[in-house]
């Protein structure tokens, strides 16, 4: 278990310093989703190219959560050894270059491996660019990890799109994804360039390979646990909901994965002001009876325009889940980084157990029971925000809570 830290220098800087460390992170975000959102839509011709059954692919779609948690822990190391703007553009890079691994695999045999090594760049970049989020906001004495996670939704939602626009042309996903590896390495290498340059002390250890966490971040890993399975199933499985149960082509079933997309990148854009009006416990269990009645339009649906109403109203209502949990593990105890990295192991936990769940399921029964599991876990999020309740902690000069008014419920 890694803990997520940056490079601790606590020199003041320049409010135009850090508004432009502000928008550099925040399209930091946004490149990083837009890798996952091209990766999505062209799962389908992967699946189809490799030869492989709905099981094997999600046994497949498991190795990236794999390689996310077993390289986390390097990323603390990295940026402690090497600065933390230094660090986040070497594995964001490393990310973005690592989306046209999948679809250069022949087969099984080759795709595990090479969406092993596409999860662990996936990992290690998603610690360094949070971690430097957290100390943005800490900076600039205002939330903005939600619009953060918005700015990645975003992204998503633009590599979704485009990921639709090539499937529809039928174009090759080795040339399409290997076209959005070499942009998305270009507009990492920029956008990295005005992030905080924070640089470890002298006399700084580095930062444990591994801290169990304390008690307080496991219910609130739960509820994260909860909103990560949902958006695993969205993202990596809404195309080929579309594609076998209700027999679409190629170029809708892809749209799909575009509408969810689109909805958890708006919700998460206006997550803040909506939390801080109403307050993370009633945000979340708003939350959960979206992500629910989605579910249920996609498990009833019977025409591909209601599974995709269901697949916009799951993400609407999940979108802000994660944010909520980071923030709230922070102010949990005494230990901050230990809690949050507790609550982000669990979530990554959910993202292995996820697409094999689904697809194991799927192979013994349909994807429709999938989903059904899928909108169990969201009503759970009804009951579990509860957890999210939890006292203000602020220190002179920090940020004030991200998730809002915590005690309103």
């Given at each position: 278990?890694?803990?997520?830290?940056?490079?601790?220098?606590?020199?003041?800087?320049?409010?135009?310093?850090?508004?432009?460390?502000?928008?550099?992170?925040?399209?930091?975000?946004?490149?990083?989703?837009?890798?996952?959102?091209?990766?999505?839509t062209r799962i389908p011709w992967i699946q189809d190219h490799t030869g492989i059954s709905p099981g094997q692919l999600g046994l497949a779609l498991a190795f990236p959560a794999i390689g996310a948690s077993l390289a986390m822990p390097l990323?603390?190391?990295?940026?402690?050894r090497f600065g933390a703007r230094t660090a986040l553009r070497g594995l964001l890079a490393l990310w973005t270059l690592s989306l046209v691994l999948p679809a250069l695999s022949p087969g099984l045999y080759a795709l595990c491996p090479a969406l092993l090594l596409y999860g662990a760049a996936s990992g290690m970049s998603d610690v360094a660019m949070n971690a430097l989020g957290v100390e943005t906001e800490d900076r600039l004495g205002k939330p903005i990890m939600s619009g953060l996670h918005g700015m990645?939704?975003?992204?998503?939602?633009?590599?979704?799109?485009?990921?639709?626009?090539?499937?529809?042309?039928?174009?090759?996903?080795?040339?399409?994804?290997?076209?959005?590896?070499?942009?998305?390495?270009?507009?990492?290498?920029?956008?990295?360039?005005?992030?905080?340059?924070?640089?470890?002390?002298?006399?700084?250890?580095?930062?444990?390979?591994?801290?169990?966490?304390?008690?307080?971040?496991l219910l609130i890993g739960a509820i994260g646990f909860c909103a990560v399975f949902a958006e695993g199933a969205g993202l990596d499985w809404s195309a080929v909901y579309l594609r076998d149960e209700l027999g679409t082509d190629a170029g809708l079933a892809a749209a799909s994965t575009t509408a969810f997309a689109c909805t958890m990148a708006a919700a998460r854009l206006a997550g803040d002001k909506v939390v801080a009006r109403f307050g993370a416990v009633r945000t979340v269990r708003a939350g959960g009876v979206l992500a629910a009645a989605g579910g249920l339009l996609i498990v009833a649906a019977r025409h591909p325009a209601m599974a995709m109403g269901g697949f916009g109203l799951m993400g609407l209502g999940?979108?802000?889940?994660?944010?909520?949990?980071?923030?709230?593990?922070?102010?949990?105890?005494?230990?901050?980084?230990?809690?949050?990295?507790?609550?982000?192991?669990?979530?990554?936990?959910?993202?292995?157990?996820?697409?094999?769940?689904?697809?194991?399921?799927?192979?013994?029964?349909?994807?429709?029971?999938?989903?059904?599991?899928?909108?169990?876990?969201a009503c759970g999020l009804v009951p579990g925000a509860r957890v999210l309740r939890v006292p203000n902690r602020t220190t002179a000069g920090s940020a004030p809570a991200v998730t809002g008014d915590l005690e309103r419920s």
């Open positions: 278990m890694t803990g997520i830290g940056v490079p601790h220098d606590v020199t003041p800087l320049p409010r135009d310093e850090l508004r432009r460390a502000r928008r550099s992170v925040a399209l930091v975000f946004l490149a990083h989703g837009a890798v996952t959102g091209n990766f999505a990323a603390g190391r990295i940026s402690h990645w939704s975003a992204g998503a939602l633009l590599g979704s799109a485009a990921g639709t626009v090539a499937a529809h042309a039928e174009w090759d996903a080795r040339l399409h994804l290997a076209t959005a590896a070499l942009v998305l390495t270009a507009l990492g290498a920029l956008t990295c360039r005005g992030v905080l340059d924070l640089r470890s002390a002298p006399e700084e250890h580095p930062p444990p390979r591994f801290a169990l966490p304390p008690k307080s971040a999940i979108a802000v889940v994660v944010p909520l949990a980071f923030a709230a593990a922070g102010r949990s105890g005494p230990a901050p980084s230990q809690a949050i990295a507790g609550v982000a192991t669990i979530t990554y936990t959910s993202g292995l157990i996820a697409p094999s769940a689904i697809g194991g399921i799927a192979q013994a029964t349909s994807l429709t029971t999938s989903f059904l599991l899928v909108t169990v876990l």
